[in-house]
């Protein structure tokens, strides 16, 4: 299933930006379709939102810190009725309530945590692209890296 964000993505990375007292994002328009990207510093993490437009729709990722080159300690795939855990199904337990809720608003989502970083794909179902629910999984996110 695919599912658009609720309202365009330069306008919610802008809000976002606003919101968190980061640079403006930027746009670049390519032949394929448009590319955007908002980076920045949250409490001393670094942050990155990708976003490149194709015919197929919008591709969403997410950076925070420093992702490790290797296999990451934990990794969240969805799948049918669910994700499904990949790796140190420990390290899960210790995440807070509060950052699996926030994943909970992005059900196509994978997401992949190293020790010191995170990286999250949003999938396909991109309607909880919103700037409060962008907003607070970036800090829970934050608070795990």
């Known amino acids: ?25 930027v746009s ?47 990794e969240l795939l969805p799948g049918a009725g669910g994700h499904r855990v990949v790796g140190n199904a420990r390290r899960l337990e210790t995440l807070p309530e509060a950052l699996l809720i926030a994943l909970a608003d992005h059900p196509s989502h994978h997401t992949r945590l190293w020790p010191g970083g995170v990286h999250l794909d949003f999938g396909r179902q991109l309607a909880g692209l919103e700037v409060d629910r962008l907003a607070r999984l970036l800090a829970q996110l934050g608070r795990v890296v």
């Open 1 to 25: 299933m695919v599912s658009a964000p609720p309202t365009p993505l330069d306008a919610t990375l802008t809000a976002l930006a606003d919101r968190l007292g980061l640079p403006a994002p």
């Open 28 to 74: 670049l328009e390519q032949a394929a379709g448009r590319v955007l990207s908002l980076r920045g510093e949250l409490e001393h993490v670094a942050i990155h939102l990708r976003a490149r437009e194709s015919r197929r729709g919008w591709s969403v990722e997410l950076t925070l810190g420093i992702p490790g080159r290797g296999k990451p300690e934990v």
